[in-house]
């Protein structure tokens, strides 16, 4: 039987056994990602007014790197988290985040608008960052829109439903509002993953389904395929990265 969202315990989620697994070191993959969504969101506001009011990171989970990358660029930042132990650790970390988050804010610190916030940028971090409890899928239902955002490993990795990981990423364009910049990553064929013993459902998709998934909503996108077998941890092919405009 496929696993659905609403069939999944989020609240069974341990997010610092995840961060170990995950985040304790900086991969290759996850730093090629961001230099990626970086040069995106700097070559968009250089040639905008260099700021907007509101910025989301949707399925946040325990990963700050995609709010890092939010930073420069918008007064207030969303995090949107269905599972309440993410939500917790979200809120911990939103007063002084833990020091395996830096090294990542070294890769992005390579553009000179995230030089720019200094050297340590959790006051910052702290006075934009508002979490949420709430769903992905909920997002098309409210009349609040965004001017920018990031959605990292959510839609292929909260179910096995192939229409229900189109609904996802569908929400999350929702959510944005006209011309706003974006960047989704996906992981690319996922088999589902265990964290701290409890196995977590995903979708195998690739970049047509990416593409297939974003018709509609952006026609200036760019996807990318990343990861060699040497760079990629277990579970997955590679990695998908699709950044662009919101249409009109």
Known sequence: MTSLNGDVAWDDFNPREYVRRNYLFRHPDDEEILSLVRDHFSDHFRKSSGRVGSGIDVGAGPNLYPALALLPWCDRI?????????????????????????????????????????????????????????????????????????????????????????????????????????????????????????????????KEDVRSALKGYSDDVCIRRLGTPDDLREGYTGMIVAYGRRDG
């Not at 979490?131 to 098309?140: A, C, E, Q, T, Y």
Request: proline share 4%.
């Open 78 to 206: 969303t995090l949107l988290e269905r599972s309440l132990p993410n939500v917790r650790y979200l809120r911990e970390q939103r007063d002084s985040y833990g020091d395996i988050w830096d090294k990542f804010w070294d890769v992005l610190c390579k553009e000179e608008a995230y030089r720019a916030l200094g050297a340590d940028p959790r006051v910052r971090f702290r006075e934009a960052v508002d979490v949420r409890k709430g769903d992905i899928f909920d997002l098309g239902r409210r009349a609040e829109r965004w001017d920018l955002g990031t959605m990292f490993f959510v839609a292929e990795s909260i179910t096995e439903s192939l229409d229900q990981f189109r609904l996802g990423v569908a929400a999350f364009m929702t959510a944005l509002k006209p011309g706003a910049p974006f960047a989704a990553a996906f992981m690319e064929n996922s088999k589902g993953y265990y964290v701290d013993g409890r196995q977590f459902p995903a979708t195998g998709i690739g």
